[in-house]
């Protein structure tokens, strides 16, 4: 007898400590510089974090610039963050990469 019902529901997202999460993710990057207008990659503002309602918007430059194109990701649940995490790491690497 197989019992396949692991109706496991994943924790309810919290925005609120997503953001917080993502703000230290891009301080642990040592390389972003938290300003009032975003996170910044030398005098270029690359990344922005905003709550909005139960989500969190996020905005990442496709390449540091002084006005960069962005990629728009709302985080609703802790595996959109994880992979928004990822997506900045491999910018951050090809961005010094590229340097």
Do not use: C, H, Y
């Amino acid at each position: 007898m197989s019992d396949d019902s692991w109706d496991i529901a994943p924790p309810p997202f919290n925005a609120d400590a997503a953001l917080q999460t993502m703000k230290r993710f891009a301080r642990d990057q040592r390389v972003l510089a938290e300003r009032s207008e975003g996170w910044m990659l030398g005098a270029d503002v690359v990344l922005r974090l905003a709550m909005d309602g139960a989500t969190v918007k996020v905005q990442l430059a496709r390449r540091p610039a002084r006005t960069p194109e962005w990629d728009a990701f709302t985080l609703k649940s802790a595996t959109e963050l994880r992979k928004v995490q990822d997506e900045i790491k491999r910018r951050l690497t090809r961005w010094k990469d590229d340097e």
